[in-house]
């Protein structure tokens, strides 16, 4: 295949010393816009593409890469370090990534998350250039009916995650699914749950809700009992991974790329679903179950590589079809015109040099990702050094400038008030917190795909297996209720080794409630 | 361009991108005599209404027109009623806000009691056709094959736009199908949430019809993977690609219709303002840097100021609200 050949020539155009330094520029400059609460990677270029103007087309399409990925690794580093995610394809990162960060394991995270973002990014740039022109024309038939029985098939993955109390699990589903109705029905044009206001008339941003449930809750939650209980301090732990550290993460990487790539690859898969997949998939296949919930660095690799592999699957409708499916890449699509590339069907042949040099540029930005951002982590995991009240002082700062810089609107600082008081509740009544997030954030995916379908059937459910994909999906749904239930049967002295599928818990009720012993304190009472 | 230039360039990008973020994060207090002006934009940034509303604000920061700067801000939420809503309450004589055909149809479906002609308009900036597209593949080759089709079958031909009820393209084949003699509510409409997923149920066939601008689609439609039937304006648009396509009206259907977008003022600024503020966007039309904004964002040279454009106002929020009410919604 020549692809090899012409990605060399775009990697020779590319890198130069000076070509370098703007990369290098582009990689902090998106770092330090994405790590703002509320700034995901489509703000972080929005916000920094005027800075790019005037650059060459070579020179700026690196920094741009360079923004791209550095946007992207920022949303992350918050997730990790204050529970407040950039964006919501990180929001299963915080999960995770800020438990360990809690156990004096952020350098860590971090550093898995780095490396997780580069492989799954690298390995997914490199599938665009081999197989974009061949993807698109399988991606545009996956159509509504598949994409709702890969939800489905979520969905049933979900009842693992209810932990110990199937009720307070469903309460916590069904209270995220209902926040997840909000906003104008796409359908009618009528506005629901949004009590005579214009400002709940669009969707809740998942951002604000989880940043409201994960960071609000939490600070008001410590805050709350700041004067019953001595402060824990945060362990400073090892700065860099350990062997045991890498052995446990490349794998995670490379199904997060597995996963995350194909979703990208469809037009409007989205980043979300893959996260949350590969979060479950870890979830299962980890020896080490009672970790998860408690801070396991597998749920930080896998979500990572599947969010940036996503992300590099989003060039393939973009660069072949030139269909933007994300909000970042209809901002990167708005960037292309402007340095006079016309993405559809005819870019790859009519303008070859400039989309290798595209290519080629985000291979390096992501490279320099790495290079710049590894060193760093230990350094960043010493924010949470600064004293516990300090510190979440500082969180609800920087999470309401995030939820006001977002959209610039005040009310969504109520929002986030409203979430945080939520958030607090939830884990006052020791409802999960994680069901609920998954509720807002896949509900309103279901709903669209599944009225989508019956709208083009005109209401005929058959409509709902007339893919082949979706049969499959079914299928396997219906193989991962069964199949727990006959191995149980067979062998009924089963030890804890079985995977929890829905009929039994395994799971030891982790969630991303961390304050158990807090609330059986506090019962006793 | 030496080395130097650009660095200097860069780094005077990079103070920018700075103080443009503290000054959207935290607010600039502004004094009252300064001509400072905002422009509010009812979506987000990328989006039609932003590409318009920002092609005028730098045409008048390049001429100097108001003698002040413009600071933009994107109020996103309930298709643009949020940003309107937020007008209708201000009486700030500095501040104009970007409207178009889809903010009517959602001050339509929000139950606003407010009408865009209860603002001050200003001036309508630009229109823009919509198209009828099918995949390559589609039987239909011309629009009558469609229209023959869709008259026999209005209930089972899937069509789709990139809007939700009340928006433009939404509001297009309604009007279309009434044209016709077909029932609107029969109408088999399936909403896509902006061009690309439109582009993606085209040509994975899973609908057969799509009403859009046309804009978004050119790359599909020089390649010959999309066909244009028919364009909905008065005249055929401009280009060697797009002048091909023929109007409805040229095919035989009584029907035109554009989608458009204008300015407004806050209720209740005085005369003198509002014909100030005219004179202003009067200015900015006139300017080659609007006139090359026009060209190539193929929108069309539609301008109307005034009182002029009240009266387009009151007709359009009329025929939006009856093809609403026809629909049951």
């Known amino acids: 295949m020549d692809s090899l050949g012409l990605l060399a020539d775009g990697l020779g155009a590319a890198l130069t010393p000076e070509n370098l330094m703007y990369a290098a520029i582009g990689v902090l400059l998106g770092t330090f816009v994405g790590v703002l609460p509320g700034i995901g990677p489509a703000m972080a270029v929005a916000l920094l593409l005027p800075v790019t103007f005037g650059l060459e087309p070579t020179q700026a399409f690196i920094m741009f890469a360079g923004i791209y990925y550095g946007g992207m690794y920022g949303g992350s580093t918050t997730s990790i370090l204050l529970n407040t995610p950039g964006e919501s394809s990180s929001v299963m990162t915080a999960i995770e990534g800020n438990k360990m960060a809690k156990k004096g394991r952020a350098a860590q995270a971090l550093a898995t998350a780095a490396i997780g973002s580069f492989i799954a990014g690298t390995i997914g740039t490199l599938l665009v250039v081999?197989?974009?022109?061949?993807?698109?024309?399988?991606?545009?038939?996956?159509?509504?009916?598949?994409?709702?029985?890969?939800?489905?098939?979520?969905?049933?993955?979900?009842?693992?995650?209810?932990?110990?109390?199937?009720?307070?699990?469903?309460?916590?589903?069904?209270?995220?699914?209902?926040?997840?109705?909000?906003?104008?029905?796409?359908?009618?044009?009528?506005?629901?749950?949004?009590?005579?206001?214009?400002?709940?008339?669009?969707?809740?941003?998942?951002?604000?809700?989880?940043?409201?449930?994960?960071?609000?809750?939490?600070?008001?939650?410590?805050?709350?009992?700041?004067?019953?209980?001595?402060?824990?301090?945060?362990?400073?732990?090892?700065?860099?991974?350990?062997?045991?550290?890498?052995?446990?993460?490349?794998?995670?990487?490379?199904?997060?790329?597995?996963?995350?790539?194909?979703?990208?690859?469809?037009?409007?898969?989205?980043?979300?679903?893959?996260?949350?997949?590969?979060?479950?998939?870890?979830?299962?296949?980890?020896?080490?179950?009672?970790?998860?919930?408690?801070?396991?660095?597998?749920?930080?690799?896998?979500?990572?590589?599947?969010?940036?592999?996503?992300?590099?699957?989003?060039?393939?409708?973009?660069?072949?079809?030139?269909?933007?499916?994300?909000?970042?890449?209809?901002?990167?699509?708005?960037?292309?015109?402007?340095?006079?590339?016309?993405?559809?069907?005819?870019?790859?042949?009519?303008?070859?040099?400039?989309?290798?040099?595209?290519?080629?540029?985000?291979?390096?930005?992501?490279a320099l990702l790495l290079v710049l951002n590894l060193p760093l982590a230990p350094l960043w995991a010493k924010l949470l050094a600064i004293p516990r009240p300090y510190l979440y002082s500082g969180i609800l700062f920087f999470a309401s400038l995030g939820a006001y810089a977002a959209s610039q609107r005040a009310f969504d600082i109520f929002l986030l008030l409203v979430f945080g008081l939520v958030g607090f509740m939830m884990r006052r009544f020791a409802l999960p917190v994680l069901p609920l997030i998954i509720g807002v954030i896949l509900g309103p995916l279901m709903e669209t795909r599944f009225r989508e379908a019956l709208a083009i059937s005109g209401g005929d459910l058959d409509a709902l297996w007339s893919e082949n994909l979706a049969i499959v999906l079914y299928v396997l749904a219906v193989l991962v209720i069964v199949v727990p239930m006959l191995m149980k049967r067979l062998r009924p002295s089963s030890g804890d080794d079985v995977p929890g599928g829905p009929g039994g818990t395994s799971?030891?009720?982790?969630?991303?409630?961390?304050?158990?012993?807090?609330?059986k304190e506090l019962v006793q009472r | 361009?030496?080395?130097?230039?650009?660095?200097?360039?860069?780094?005077?990008?990079?103070?920018?991108?700075?103080?443009?973020?503290?000054?959207?994060?935290?607010?600039?207090?502004?004094?009252?005599?300064?001509?400072?002006?905002?422009?509010?934009?009812?979506?987000?940034?990328?989006?039609?209404?932003?590409?318009?509303?920002?092609?005028?604000?730098?045409?008048?920061?390049?001429?100097?027109?108001?003698?002040?700067?413009?600071?933009?801000?994107?109020?996103?939420?309930?298709?643009?009623?949020?940003?309107?809503?937020?007008?209708?309450?201000?009486?700030?004589?500095?501040?104009?806000?970007?409207?178009?055909?889809?903010?009517?149809?959602?001050?339509?479906?929000?139950?606003?009691?407010?009408?865009?002609?209860?603002?001050?308009?200003?001036?309508?900036?630009?229109?823009?056709?919509?198209?009828?597209?099918?995949?390559?593949?589609?039987?239909?080759?011309?629009?009558?094959?469609?229209?023959?089709?869709?008259?026999?079958?209005?209930?089972?031909?899937?069509?789709?736009?990139?809007?939700?009820?009340?928006?433009?393209d939404h509001l297009f084949p309604m009007q279309l199908a009434k044209a016709v003699g077909i029932e609107p509510r029969e109408v088999r409409y399936v909403a896509y949430d902006g061009g690309g997923p439109l582009t993606s149920a085209l040509l994975g066939?899973?609908?057969?019809?799509?009403?859009?601008?046309?804009?978004?689609?050119?790359?599909?439609?020089?390649?010959?993977?999309?066909?244009?039937?028919?364009?909905?304006?008065?005249?055929?648009?401009?280009?060697?690609?797009?002048?091909?396509?023929?109007?409805?009206?040229?095919?035989?259907?009584?029907?035109?219709?554009?989608?458009?977008?204008?300015?407004l003022a806050p209720p209740g600024i005085s005369e003198k303002r509002r014909d100030e503020l005219i004179a202003y966007l009067e200015e900015m039309h006139a300017s080659p840097e609007w006139q090359e904004s026009l060209k190539n964002n193929k929108w069309i040279d539609e301008f109307k100021t005034g009182d002029e454009f009240e009266a387009f106002l009151e007709e359009q929020s009329t025929r939006v609200d009856d093809t609403m009410k026809e629909l049951g919604l």
């Open chain 1, 507 to 519: 799971d030891d009720g982790s969630d991303a409630v961390e304050t158990t012993d807090d609330e």
């Open chain 2, 205 to 263: 066939k899973k609908i057969k019809v799509g009403f859009s601008g046309l804009g978004e689609f050119e790359g599909q439609i020089k390649e010959g993977e999309l066909r244009v039937l028919a364009v909905s304006g008065e005249k055929r648009l401009e280009g060697d690609l797009f002048s091909k396509f023929p109007t409805l009206k040229e095919s035989g259907v009584d029907l035109v219709f554009t989608n458009w977008r204008g300015v």
């Open chain 1, 130 to 366: 081999f197989f974009a022109p061949i993807l698109a024309d399988v991606a545009v038939t996956i159509g509504a009916p598949s994409f709702f029985a890969i939800i489905v098939f979520a969905m049933v993955l979900v009842t693992s995650l209810l932990g110990d109390s199937r009720l307070r699990g469903f309460i916590s589903l069904f209270l995220g699914l209902t926040f997840g109705l909000v906003g104008m029905d796409l359908n009618t044009g009528q506005p629901r749950l949004a009590f005579g206001r214009p400002e709940l008339g669009n969707p809740l941003d998942i951002v604000i809700v989880a940043v409201g449930i994960f960071a609000l809750g939490e600070a008001l939650w410590v805050a709350a009992h700041l004067r019953r209980k001595p402060l824990e301090i945060i362990p400073v732990g090892q700065p860099w991974m350990g062997k045991d550290d890498w052995g446990r993460s490349w794998k995670p990487w490379l199904r997060g790329t597995a996963i995350g790539f194909p979703f990208g690859a469809i037009p409007a898969g989205g980043a979300e679903t893959p996260t949350f997949l590969s979060y479950i998939l870890e979830r299962k296949l980890a020896k080490k179950t009672d970790e998860f919930g408690q801070g396991a660095i597998e749920g930080v690799a896998g979500p990572e590589a599947a969010n940036n592999a996503s992300a590099a699957g989003t060039f393939v409708p973009l660069l072949a079809m030139g269909i933007p499916v994300t909000a970042t890449s209809a901002v990167m699509l708005a960037a292309l015109t402007s340095y006079g590339i016309q993405p559809g069907p005819q870019l790859m042949t009519d303008q070859s040099d400039l989309v290798w040099t595209l290519l080629a540029s985000l291979l390096i930005g992501n």
């Open chain 2, 1 to 168: 361009m030496s080395s130097r230039s650009t660095t200097t360039r860069c780094v005077a990008g990079l103070v920018l991108a700075m103080v443009g973020m503290f000054a959207t994060g935290c607010g600039v207090t502004r004094g009252e005599p300064s001509k400072d002006m905002t422009m509010l934009i009812p979506n987000a940034p990328g989006g039609g209404y932003d590409q318009t509303g920002r092609a005028a604000v730098a045409a008048m920061e390049a001429q100097d027109i108001t003698g002040g700067t413009f600071e933009v801000h994107n109020i996103i939420g309930a298709g643009g009623t949020v940003a309107f809503s937020q007008l209708m309450r201000s009486d700030d004589e500095h501040t104009i806000l970007t409207v178009g055909l889809g903010v009517v149809g959602s001050s339509y479906s929000f139950g606003l009691d407010e009408k865009l002609q209860d603002a001050t308009p200003l001036a309508q900036l630009i229109e823009d056709q919509e198209g009828v597209l099918v995949p390559a593949s589609s039987p239909y080759k011309t629009i009558d094959d469609f229209l023959e089709d869709w008259k026999k079958n209005p209930d089972t031909i899937a069509v789709g736009g990139g809007s939700s009820p009340g928006g433009p």
